[in-house]
């Protein structure tokens, strides 16, 4: 199960003659130069060429282009320049450097790369598109219109033809989205798709691919405590959602992964569920929805991680899946490739319910019958021994297939009633649930009526001392009037004191009052 590991003096056609299909590879580069480890980054293939922008390390953004060569197994670093149309003509972009971020898209439209959405440090309240052009090494901002969605990170972004779809993500206040949106690429507009069926539920850091150019798929992902397993589908041309039946291996729920497509069979690596990381590499038949499991690392390996990316190519005729970087508790930089095998063929899921696996096999006998009636018709020289063992023939034929389809919905049928006591389970824990919630409701309603009590007697208590204050201040100012009265009779006392012994001097001298009363001193002498 562990991977191999590549010389770093071999070149890709040793590398393709030699590896196994289904098998990790682990691949030294020739160089001693090696980018910063990280995860939430992007990638995409351009000729024989992995680039990979931006990402997230230790809570830092990154905002540099790594590039590594396939063929010569060498990193490099590109400097990208702001294109010198839009230095003045972008006010909300600041210097010339590649704005960093993570959980963002990257996605090829024409000779560009278009780098959609993400977290950055850069303040706005929309989805900001960026293009990046190698060959000149310039980047620009790109100018959308229309109903331009909100910003955010970990959404799935995919091109069919010139149209882009973006769906979910984490806004800048961590609110789980499923939104659908559409970006015409020819005219950098924006729309608000209109789906019928049920959508899937809010998610971030799930992944998406398209099967037949009309046919998008969405996998797994996470809320903000459940990650997830189910699988969507949204018809492209009636926008109607649906949820496809599998078959095959058990898949485990997921977040955080990468995912790419080869032909018909869509890879899916690395993700975990808040426990541990998938060691699993599965796949799915994109036209069967069909599982399985092509590889398989041990625990703690960098391929189960989260924010790591899985890219596709084809080189020397052979295909090639490579993955890079990631976190699962250490930050990786390591490219692993893998060469996948071709699936085997498997049966189509084409019975999606009792009723239509009946009519599917009345169909299937019908056509069988006609067709041994065509084959009498053209053999109508042959004897009639021949046309009774043909005859027995389509029979015993018609008897397999019916008995076929037969295991087929009886199989169904335990599937579904697996997924009916799955569901009833569930649906009594969430019972559970419910009622616990609603006790404790009920407890905090009782404790929400006795706070509501207690700060009613604390108000009236509040208002009882207002009204004691306010008798208090009146009595104060009561004091102060009596305080001046008493000090307006001591300054009357005082001015009587001083007066008091003037008045009795004079009495003792005679003066005005003696003349007037007259004197009983004078009374004697005459």
Avoid at 44 to 59: A, H, M, P, T, Y
Avoid at 351 to 376: F, G, N, R
Wanted: hydrophobic share 35%; aromatic share 6%; with cysteine.
């Amino acid at each position: 199960m562990g991977e191999q590991q590549l010389k770093s003096n071999s070149d890709l056609s040793t590398l393709l003659s030699t590896m196994p299909h289904d098998r990790w590879i682990l691949v030294n580069p020739s160089s001693s130069f090696r980018p910063s480890a990280r995860y939430k980054h992007s990638a995409e293939v351009v000729g024989d060429k992995l680039i990979v922008i931006g990402g997230s390390r230790n809570g830092r953004y990154l905002s540099d282009i790594q590039v590594f060569d396939l063929r010569s197994f060498k990193w490099s670093t590109v400097q990208l320049t702001m294109n010198p149309k839009h230095l003045e003509s972008d006010g909300s972009i600041s210097g010339q450097v590649f704005p960093a971020s993570a959980g963002h898209s990257l996605v090829r439209w024409e000779n560009k790369l278009l780098v959609v959405a993400g977290n950055s440090k850069m303040p706005s309240d929309t989805v900001r598109v960026y293009q990046i052009d190698l060959e000149t090494c310039t980047w620009s901002p790109v100018n959308t219109d229309g109903e331009v969605p909100i910003s955010r990170g970990g959404q799935s972004v995919t091109v069919v033809g010139s149209r882009l779809y973006m769906f979910g993500g984490e806004d800048k206040k961590s609110r789980l989205l499923n939104d659908f949106h559409v970006l015409d690429l020819e005219t950098m507009t924006w729309e608000v798709a209109e789906t019928r069926g049920t959508a899937p539920g809010p998610r971030f850091d799930h992944i998406a691919t398209v099967h037949a150019e009309q046919y998008l798929l969405i996998f797994g992902g996470s809320s903000h405590s459940v990650c997830f397993s189910d699988l969507h589908l949204l018809d492209l041309e009636t926008m109607e959602w649906s949820q496809p039946e599998t078959q095959g291996a058990y898949v485990t729920p997921r977040g955080g992964h990468a995912g790419t497509a080869v032909d018909d069979n869509w890879y899916i690596v690395g993700g975990g569920d808040n426990k541990s990381g998938a060691t699993e590499t599965v796949v799915l038949n994109t036209s069967k929805f069909v599982w399985s499991v092509a590889t398989a690392v041990v625990e703690r390996h960098p391929l189960a991680s989260e924010g790591l990316t899985l890219c596709s190519t084809t080189t020397n005729g052979e295909k090639l899946v490579i993955a890079f970087g990631g976190y699962n508790g250490n930050y990786n930089n390591e490219i692993f490739v893998m060469k996948p095998k071709q699936k085997d063929m498997v049966r189509p899921r084409l019975l999606q319910s009792p009723a239509a696996a009946a009519a599917a096999a009345s169909v299937t006998a019908a056509y069988a019958i006609a067709a041994a009636s065509d084959e009498k018709t053209v053999r109508a020289s042959a004897t009639e021994d021949l046309k009774t063992k043909n005859v027995q023939s389509d029979s015993t034929a018609i008897k397999k297939k019916t008995t076929s389809e037969i295991d087929v919905l009886r199989e169904e049928k335990t599937n579904l009633e697996s997924k009916l006591a799955e569901i009833k389970a569930e649906n009594s824990r969430l019972t559970d649930k419910l009622e616990y919630a609603r006790s404790a409701h009920s407890e905090l309603m009782k404790e929400h009526d006795s706070v509501h009590s207690q700060l009613a007697a604390e108000s009236s208590r509040c208002t009882k001392l207002e009204t004691q204050i306010q008798t208090a201040q009146e009595k104060l100012g009561a004091i102060g009037s009596l305080e001046e009265e008493i000090e307006t009779l001591r300054r009357e006392i005082s001015q009587i004191e001083r007066k008091v012994p003037t008045a009795a001097q004079q009495q003792r001298s005679g003066g005005v009052w003696k003349w007037v009363a007259g004197s009983p001193q004078d009374s004697d002498d005459k």
